[in-house]
């Protein structure tokens, strides 16, 4: 059989075979519409209660906060707009990150379609949040601030508790894009203030189409889609049953094994780290050297293009991205590279490397064998290798 590696686990993960397993009853024996009356179908609601506790206990929340939607860019568009309406009289300001997923930042643009005014914070050339800018942009009409829990493409974890509290003490809604952090780090929506929450399933081995958005009891947030009295008449449509239980499924392995996890892939993404930027010259590590995910690496070669690299790592059998996979097909470089100052030329080159608990340090052993290699390879055929090799020898 052929190499294969995967590491594009930010972009998607694999279903434990367990969260398959505790799904496929719900396919076909169990298959009833929770909504009738009738007990054969009705004893699903009891089972998608039990599935809103598990979430629950994970984040820290009661279980009437969870409400069960089709993924993480559906709780990051409901989040935004039903609080932008809700809100709207109190004020119309609403603050983010210019390194949000573009869930968050095409909502925004469309809010200011709306009248909305958004603030886009600048980070650091680590990805941070600058809590001090952040203070400096609240306004007296601000009802909402927005940032993501850990970014998906640096890996970059933020301040989320101390945000919380700037929110809190201004009387602002604050709300967290989780999808990547959820299932890899310790959350807890108390602890960090958090009134909104978004997580997906497919990011955590579990279902690809689930996801939960965590509303704060109290949070005047209104109905997202329109129809029926599901999830509390908040988010109309028969319930995904089988994605709600693979859903929990999940988050209960995920938390489980979160400890023993990421102790490993923090180990191995260290070793990854070291050897790539102690080995391949003129080449950068992306995001936060300790605040980052754990199982998060991100580089940038210089004088090659990532779609290059990406390509001749299929060839051996290596799964990466460079960057968010919801542009991929872009030409841009990626927004959140530029954001932490990279010139375009750099960002092109960028690889993102995102492990899980199935790598071992030989598959990180040829990962970086064949990237020097490759690298290598890229460079010898690149005219600004060239011309830098030749000012290199002036000096």
Known sequence: MEKFIYLDNAATTKTAPEVVEAMLPYFTEKFGNPSSVYSFASGNKDVITKQRETIADALGAKSNEIYFTAGGSESDNWALKATADAYKDKGRHIITTKIEHHAILHTGEYLEKQGFEVTYLDVDENGVVKLEDLKAAIRPTTILISVMF????????????????????????????????????????????????????????????????????????????????????????????????????????????????????????????????????????????EMRLPNNANFSFRFIEGESLLIKLDMKGICGSSGSACTSGSLDPSHVLLAIGLPHEIAHGSLRLTLNEEITKEDIDYVVDSLKEIVSDLRSMSPLYEDFQKSEKKA
């Open 150 to 289: 850990a970014n998906n493409e640096i890996g970059t974890i933020q301040p989320i508790k101390e945000i919380g509290e700037i929110a809190h003490e201004h009387g602002i809604l604050f709300h967290t894009d989780a999808v990547q952090a959820f299932g890899q780090v310790p959350i807890n929506v108390d602890e960090c203030q958090i009134d909104m929450l978004s997580a997906s399933g497919h990011k955590l081995n579990g279902p690809k189409g689930i996801g939960f958005l965590y509303i704060r009891k109290g949070v005047k947030i209104r109905s997202f889609v329109h129809g029926g009295a599901q999830e509390r008449k908040r988010r109309a449509g028969t319930e995904n049953v089988p994605g709600i239980v693979g859903l929990g499924a999940a988050v209960s392995r995920a938390v489980r094994t979160m400890e023993e996890r990421t102790a490993k892939e923090t180990e191995l993404r260290d070793y990854l780290i070291s050897r790539v930027i102690n080995e391949i010259p003129y080449t950068k590590l992306n995001g936060h050297k």
